[in-house]
């Protein structure tokens, strides 16, 4: 199923780019501290904490890691939100989607670039 939704989001950004020109897509995979609910993982929306830097508010058993990534990907979305790029200084670069690089980009611990899934899937959800 992760692998089917990676293939899938590449697939959509190939069309989305002939309206928006360019497209940047990520795969967010740090697991929210959730020992509650340990088989959620890094679940829909689990990113939006990280997004908004409230990473310390609620129950959560936040690790000083989820700070940190919550700096990166906040970083992220002001540096779009000011330039259309969410690229900035001290950032792994996030390339922009490229017909055919099959690349999204990974927010996680260690943050960058990454395949979209590995080939065999890739190569099986690109014929279907």
């Known amino acids: ?5 990676r293939v899938t989001m590449d697939r959509w950004a190939a069309t989305q780019v002939a309206a928006s020109r360019t497209v940047y897509t990520y795969f967010f995979d740090r697991v929210t501290p959730w020992p509650e609910h340990p088989e959620f993982g890094a ?7 990280y ?3 409230t990473i310390g508010l609620g129950t959560r058993a936040w690790e000083p ?3 940190a ?6 970083s992220y979305f002001v540096n779009f939100a000011k330039n259309g790029d969410p690229n900035g200084a001290d950032l792994p670069r996030w390339p922009a989607y490229a017909p055919g690089a099959h690349v ?3 927010i996680a611990e ?4 990454m395949p979209l899934a590995p080939d065999a899937a890739r190569a099986f959800f690109a014929a279907h």
């Open 51 to 53: 997004v908004f830097r």
């Open 65 to 67: 890691v989820d700070t």
């Open 43 to 49: 679940h829909h929306t689990s990113e939006v904490p």
């Open 1 to 5: 199923g992760r692998d089917r939704a």
């Open 110 to 113: 260690q943050s960058g670039p």
């Open 69 to 74: 990534v919550s700096d990166v990907m906040s």
């Open 104 to 106: 999204t980009m990974r």
